[in-house]
């Protein structure tokens, strides 16, 4: 039996990839398409918003009671209830939606004691590469070298800096032994804004429809070294989100992560 899904933020950018690439596998099977109650798609067929065959089943409002996992990239308001929905109905959880808040972050870490629950701020391998080489290779080049992430994303994101640049700075960080986040610094201006040493600064640019670009850039005096991820389309996350959805089910209650899906 392919396993049952269910996509909160259906309607949604990424929700909409992740139907479409869902039905383009034929692994799984999509049990509810989920979005908020004042989405004007509500009742639509979520195969033809998703661009692929009619699927014959309807973006909705409701959270089924059974399904194998719930992938949500929706919105922060939308967590509480999709995580004590999961919660309560053992549902494993893939949680794609960046900007939680602490107390969220919270809540999914004590429903990882009674359901499995990947949350990453970005599905993509590559970048998942990049998460665990960031770390060593500050430890590598030591405290001479400055370190700034800087991350560009479309006009409509509403978080800033993104999950992703924070996962980096965190990374770097734990290596570092800064103090995260307090070792941030968010832009830079003003007529006292001198580089202090210990602190990551973070940039965020916003425009256009730039799909996701993060460089960490590690410059001393004489060098610079720079390592950068370009995201070419929306599909690398979702096709990451549906890989960690096929990994998570069936496995024992926790907290997992991206790493855990690719072995790294
Ligand atoms: P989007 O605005 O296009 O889609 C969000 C969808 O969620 C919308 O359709 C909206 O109507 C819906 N929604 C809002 N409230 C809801 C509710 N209460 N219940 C159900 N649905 C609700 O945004 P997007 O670009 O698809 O991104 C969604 C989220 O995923 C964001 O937080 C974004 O930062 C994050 N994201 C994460 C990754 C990753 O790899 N982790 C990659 C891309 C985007």
């Given at each position: ?90 549902i494993a959880l893939v949680m794609g939606t960046t900007g939680l808040s602490d ?162």
């Open positions: 039996m392919k396993p049952r899904l269910i996509i909160n933020g259906a309607a949604g950018r990424m929700g909409r990839r992740i139907a479409a690439l869902a039905v383009e596998a034929g692994r799984f099977d999509i049990i509810a398409a989920v979005d908020s109650a004042d989405h004007p798609d509500i009742g639509a067929d979520a195969g033809v918003l998703a661009r692929v065959d009619k699927l014959g089943i309807e973006l909705g409002t409701d959270l089924p009671k059974k399904a194998d996992c719930l992938i949500d990239f929706s919105l922060p308001q939308a967590a509480d209830g999709v995580i004590e929905h999961c919660r309560s109905c053992g107390d969220q972050v919270a809540k999914i870490a004590r429903a990882a004691e009674k359901i499995p629950v990947i949350r990453a701020s970005n599905f993509s391998v590559g970048m998942n590469v990049l998460f665990s080489l960031v770390g060593s290779v500050a430890g590598r080049l030591g405290d001479q070298y400055d370190i700034e992430v800087v991350e560009a994303h479309h006009r409509f994101k509403k978080d800033s800096p993104s999950g992703t640049a924070l996962t980096l700075a965190e990374n770097i960080a734990r290596e570092t032994g800064w103090d995260f986040p307090a070792c941030l610094v968010h832009g830079r201006s003003g007529k006292n804004a001198l580089r202090q040493k210990g602190t990551i600064g973070m940039h965020s640019v916003r425009a256009g429809d730039i799909t996701g670009e993060h460089s960490v850039i590690f410059s001393t005096l004489g060098e610079t070294l720079t390592l950068a991820h370009s995201a070419h389309s929306r599909d690398n996350f979702a096709r990451g989100a549906l890989r960690a959805a096929e990994w998570i089910i069936g496995k024992t209650p926790g907290a997992y992560s991206m790493a855990d899906v690719l072995g790294i």
